[in-house]
């Protein structure tokens, strides 16, 4: 009963420490996948309608 308890205290500390060391230390700016520049696939992926691209009826 004692290992198990012990156990079930490592794999928590363990849990938490890397939640924190991941919250910490950030992925660099090559790394992100922003593109600079929208195109209509782009703008599709963040919810924005393509064929209104600049053109009135």
Known sequence: MNNIFISAISVIV???AA???S???KLSKRYDRK?????????QDIGED???????K
Request: proline share 8%; no cysteine; aromatic share 16%.
């Open 14 to 16: 363990v849990i938490v």
């Open 19 to 21: 939640f924190f060391l």
């Open 23 to 25: 919250s910490r230390f």
């Open 35 to 43: 593109p600079e520049k929208l195109t209509s696939w782009n703008r």
């Open 50 to 56: 393509p064929s209104t691209d600049g053109r009135s």
